[in-house]
Each structure stands twice: as structure tokens, then as C-alpha cells.
């Protein structure tokens, strides 16, 4: 049996019903219009059958699914009527829906009139009972119809009827199908022409209110809040999410976009499909579950299509945009429409302009904070400067009249008998002069040390030398002496008499912590690219006593010369990029060590010292 031509201008051929233009209202809502088309199949005035059903095709599945059903309406008289009850729905609409959306069949294994219609894609009559597991079992004749949207084979309307009447003479069913089949054509070529171009529009708008985001005073949390928002409604989804990698390019799941409480699991499901198009640096995507690597189970009996697409900047992946629907999609979409990637991409690539300008800003407030740092610490090391030189001039000026103060001072305590009361006072005058010009000398000491002059030297030998030059103080204070030079050590690049002073200096303070008959033990070792010289002496260390607040110099609380020494220690070996510590380990009080760059290491001491702006603060002390 032949199909009438179809007419797709959306005028209404002869002979049909003045409702004809009611289908076109509803094109906006491929629901609203799916339910009239059933209801005007069972309409006295449409094709009068007692029932309709409405079956579509899901390529998800690959079966042809109940999806619609209908009876005859006797409260409407008129077509127009029911028809704009259709559009409305009704409680009894969606229970009719529920019922036959349980009967589902394979191309293959449908049977008579439905066979016919659906393998030949023309209008046919027979039995109802050829399809004895159908709806329409009951019926005595059936008519089905091929629906299409667009060129694409869209489903199938059964109508069905309690009596039978041939219809191989253009009886006056036939010809009512034929009117509905050329009715439902034009609809819904109309409804999905309507629905691509609100589609375009929709992503259009989209795009434009994410471009004025890289322009506005959006911050980042907002932007990618409104870059899952706008994903998700340009190309008509449930859910979307935004991930975000690090430098080391781990992914971390940023928004969730969706409605109801189980948008964060749903998106936190992509995670692999992320971390994918982060390794590969391509977007992906799929009409099942089953296609998106390492989702869930229970996140992929909720899903139908997804897509997932890198956020790239520069060849770098910045994060990751993922789509993805549930399973209430109509059949008629299986995938993404033409043009949905497309607009994704270009979402994508907007969202990367957005977090590199991000990026930049960051970097730029660092680099500015960075620099109003410097410019402070650039102040204070000028500041200091001057009172450096201002304290080493005081130091210089006094020193003659102090000299005078003691020798004066020494000379009257000569001139005193023994048991004269005033030799006591004396004595505090000469102790405290002698103090203040060991102060003196010691400011002086720490603010001439200039530049060093670097060769190349045995580091052993130059601690040897030391260790000699402080021989005498050692015997005369029996302090036993344990020696571990390692003799594999590679020449450094140093400056000797700097050295030996920061190993005496070193040894100085620490014999003034030994009783008589301690022990100092000193040991060189390569460590890596350095060398470490370790000092440790086993005297009593008194409890509270800040080991770091050693290296300061005319701190609260230290006591003169020492001190200084260690100051000018630590300076020393941070001139040759060294560093200088101090701790306590097991049976030795105090440990000292210090390390030196081997050959090929030296650029270290181009390198700024982190912890410059914490000692500092130390020297400023009162």
C-alpha cells in the first residue's frame, strides 16, 4: 500500500481538520506535540481510531520503545479541543505513559502491520493480533505509520480499532492516516527546525555572556560556575563539571553543576574520563556509559551521552569541561546534536583564555609583592648600612679615650696600698673598660669583613691550620682532641684565612663551654654536592638556652666576643654559599656544623639567603 506524498510546508492539506494549525502552536514542546499527535489519532474528527500508540526508535538501545498512549476522548467533541488538552497534559496522560513504556521490541522481532510499516517505511492495516506481546494485540485492525523528524526515522504511530474494515480501497481510514502521517510530518520537521535554531541561539548567547566574563570583574570561583552553567544549557544536558590541574597536571573536580543532591557524585564519576583528556590532550565523548573509561556503575545507570573536552592554553591543559545527561533524554537525541561540540569547544577555549589571564594575575600580584618586598628589605639593608658605618666610626673614635680611661684608671690602682678600700672600685673601672674595648673591637670586626678572594684549596688543610693555630689554648686547657678529616675531599673554591677564622672562631666558643679535660671533636665528610664540617665539644648546655640565637650578634643575653665570632662565622660561610648550623645530638652538647660547595656547586652563593630576612630581625634585637 502506497504512502501519500508528504507536505512539509506547514499548510494544511485538503480535507483536514481545521486543528491543523495547533500542531505548529506547540512546536516549541516535542512533548506537548507528541501527545496531540496521539490524541488526534484517537479522535472521531482525526483518524477515529479507539486507541493510539506512539513507539519510538532509541539508538541507545537499539529498540523500538512505547512512549506514548491514547484514547478515545468523548468529553472533546471538537478536534480543536482536545487537541489543546493534549498539549496540557493530564494525571491520566502520565499514567498511560508509564503503562506502555513498558513494552520495548528489536527491529527483528516485530511482526505484521508493524513490520510491514517500520522494514518497507510506508503506512500499513492488517491484525492487531500479528504482534500477540503488543498493546494492540486486542485490536481487530491496526494502521501503523512511519514518523520522521527531519530525514530521520523518528518512531511509529499504531492506531487501533475494535471492528474491522478493508481498507484496500482508499477506504476512509486509510485516508485519515494518510492526513495525520502528512500532519505529523510537517509538525515535527517544523518542531525540530524551531528547536536548531533556538539551539544556535541558546549557544550563541551562551558564548557572548562568557566573553563579557574575561572582561569583567567575575572572580575565578564565579567564571567557572558560569562556564558549567552555560555548558549544560547551550547544548541541553543535565549536568556538567569543571576540573582544574596543577602544575604537576593532577586533575581536581572544581564545580558540579546539576540539579539535586547527586550532581557532586556524578561529577566526581568523570574523574578518570578528566584525567584522560588531560594525558591525551583530546576531547572525547560518547552516546553510552559503558564508552567513558572508569565511570562508576552506579554513576553509569544515570548517564546516557557525555563529553569531555581539555581547557588548553599555550599547549597547556588548565582543566577539564565535562557534559553529560541522565536517563530521562529523549530518544529522539541520542547524541549531541550538529554543531554541540563545536560549541563546547569554543566554551573550552574561552574558559582557558579566562584561567591563563587568571594565571597571569596571579603571577603579577606575586612578582609585585615580591617586589615591594625587596624594595623594603633594600631599605632596611640601607639603614643598617649607615648604622653600620656610624657604629664602626663611634667605635673607632672611642677607643683612644676609653684607652686613657683605663690606663689612668690602672695607674691609680698602683699607686694604692693593698687594703685601701678605693682599689675595689678601681678594679670595676679597669674590668669595664677592658669590656667596652673588647666591644668595640669586636664591631669593628664584624663590619671590616669585605669580599672574599676564592681559590682553590684543600679544606682539610685549612681546618688543619687552624686546629693548630688553637693548639696551645687546647693543651693549656687539656681538652682531648678527636680528629675525622675524610681524605677523599675535592678541592674548593674558598678563601683560606676566611675559613681558619670561621673554624677558630668556632673553636673559641666552644672552649668557653668546656670544663677542664673535655672533648672537642672535628670531622669533614662529603655530603653530595657539599662538603660538611662538623665541630662538637661535649660541655654543659644550660636548659632554655636558644641555640639559633647564637649567630646574632650583640644579642640580649650573649656575652661579648664569642658571639660576635659566631656572626662573623655564619657571614663568612654565606659569602661562599655555604650554611652554618647548630644543634645538640646525644652526648655532645653543641654541634656546629657548616657546609661548602664543591667544584661545579658554586653558583649557590649567587642564590639570596631564605632565612636573610629572619636574621635580620634578629640583629635588630635590642
Not at 512512549?67 to 479541543?81: G, H, I, M, N, V
Not at 549536568?239 to 581536581?252: C, D, L, S
Not at 563546547?344 to 597571569?360: F, G, P, S, Y
Not at 675531599?489 to 666552644?510: C, G, K, S, T
Request: proline share 4%; hydrophobic share 45%.
Amino acid at each position: 500500500m502506497e504512502s501519500t506524498p508528504r507536505d512539509v510546508s506547514g499548510a494544511a492539506p485538503a480535507g483536514v481538520s481545521p486543528a491543523w494549525p495547533a500542531l505548529f502552536e506547540s512546536e516549541a514542546d516535542l512533548d506537548a506535540l507528541e501527545r496531540m499527535l496521539v490524541a488526534w489519532g484517537a479522535h472521531p474528527e482525526g483518524a477515529g481510531a479507539e486507541r493510539t500508540w506512539l513507539l519510538l526508535w532509541n539508538a541507545r538501545t537499539g529498540l523500538l520503545e512505547g512512549w506514548r498512549e491514547a484514547e478515545r476522548d468523548t468529553e472533546a467533541k471538537d478536534l480543536s479541543a482536545a487537541l489543546v488538552r493534549a498539549r496540557r497534559g493530564s494525571q491520566a496522560d502520565r499514567r498511560a505513559q508509564e503503562r506502555v513504556r513498558a513494552w520495548a521490541e528489536a527491529p527483528e522481532t516485530l511482526e505484521g502491520v508493524l513490520a510491514q510499516a517500520w522494514r518497507g517505511a510506508i503506512s500499513s492495516f492488517g491484525p492487531g493480533a500479528t504482534q500477540s506481546s503488543s498493546p494492540w494485540a486486542a485490536q481487530k485492525q491496526v494502521g501503523a505509520m512511519i514518523l520522521r523528524r527531519g530525514t530521520r526515522a523518528y518512531g511509529v504511530l499504531v492506531a487501533g480499532w475494535a471492528d474491522e474494515q478493508p481498507c484496500n480501497d482508499g477506504g476512509d481510514r486509510f485516508e485519515r492516516m494518510e492526513l495525520l502521517r502528512r500532519a505529523a510530518d510537517a509538525a515535527l520537521g517544523a518542531q525540530a527546525r524551531a528547536a536548531e535554531a533556538r539551539r544556535r541561539a541558546r549557544q550563541a548567547a551562551a558564548l557572548a555572556e562568557y566573553a563579557r566574563t574575561s572582561v569583567s570583574a567575575i572572580n575565578l570561583a564565579e567564571a567557572m560556575h558560569l562556564l558549567a552553567r552555560l555548558a549544560a544549557q547551550g547544548v541541553g544536558v543535565r549536568g556538567a563539571a569543571v576540573f582544574r590541574t596543577n602544575e604537576e597536571g593532577a586533575t581536581r573536580l572544581e564545580v558540579a553543576h546539576g540539579a539535586g543532591v547527586l550532581r557532586e557524585r556524578l561529577a566526581a564519576g568523570f574523574a578518570e574520563v578528566a584525567r584522560e583528556s588531560v594525558l591525551h590532550k583530546l576531547a572525547r565523548s560518547g552516546e553510552r556509559p559503558d564508552e567513558a573509561p572508569g565511570v562508576p556503575a552506579d554513576v553509569a545507570g544515570e548517564t546516557t551521552v557525555w563529553a569531555a573536552l581539555p581547557v588548553l592554553a599555550y599547549d597547556r591543559v588548565l582543566g577539564v569541561l565535562v557534559v553529560h545527561d541522565g536517563l530521562e533524554r529523549h530518544p529522539s537525541a541520542p547524541t549531541f546534536e550538529r554543531g554541540d561540540m563545536e560549541f563546547l569547544a569554543v566554551l573550552a577555549d574561552m574558559a582557558a583564555m579566562v584561567l591563563e589571564h587568571a594565571r597571569r594575575l596571579a603571577e603579577h600580584g606575586k612578582l609585585e609583592q615580591q617586589r615591594r618586598e625587596l624594595a623594603t628589605r633594600l631599605r632596611e639593608q640601607e639603614r643598617l648600612a649607615s648604622l653600620g658605618e656610624l657604629a664602626a666610626r663611634v667605635a673607632q673614635e672611642s677607643r683612644n679615650p676609653l684607652a686613657s680611661i683605663a690606663a689612668f684608671a690602672k695607674r691609680a690602682h698602683k699607686s694604692l696600698a693593698e687594703d685601701d678600700p678605693q682599689r675595689e672600685y678601681l678594679e670595676i673601672v679597669i674590668r669595664e673598660a677592658a669590656r667596652l674595648e673588647a666591644m668595640m673591637s669586636e664591631q669593628q670586626q664584624y663590619a671590616s669583613l669585605g669580599a672574599p678572594r676564592l681559590q682553590m684549596q684543600s679544606l682539610n688543610a685549612v681546618v688543619q691550620e687552624a686546629l693548630q693555630r688553637s693548639s696551645e689554648t687546647l693543651v693549656r686547657r687539656r681538652v682531648r682532641l678527636l680528629k675525622k678529616l675524610a681524605p677523599d675531599l675535592p678541592q674548593l673554591l674558598l678563601d683560606a684565612p676566611r675559613i681558619q677564622r670561621v673554624v677558630e672562631n668556632v673553636v673559641e666558643f666552644a672552649l668557653e663551654s668546656l670544663p677542664l679535660g673535655g672533648r672537642l671533636k672535628v670531622e669533614s665528610q662529603r655530603v653530595q654536592g657539599f662538603v660538611v664540617v662538623e665541630i662538637s665539644h661535649d660541655g654543659a648546655r644550660e636548659a632554655g638556652d636558644l641555640l639559633e640565637q647564637l649567630f646574632v650578634p650583640f644579642a640580649a643575653g650573649q656575652a661579648g666576643g664569642a658571639s660576635v665570632g659566631l656572626g662573623v662565622a655564619q657571614q663568612i660561610v654565606r659569602e661562599h654559599g655555604g650554611e652554618i648550623r647548630v644543634r645538640s645530638e646525644g652526648e655532645w652538647g653543641t654541634v656546629f656544623s657548616f657546609t661548602l660547595p664543591v667544584a661545579g656547586n658554586e653558583d649557590r652563593r649567587k642564590a639570596s639567603d631564605r632565612r636573610g630576612g629572619r636574621n635580620e630581625r634578629r640583629r635588630r634585637q635590642p
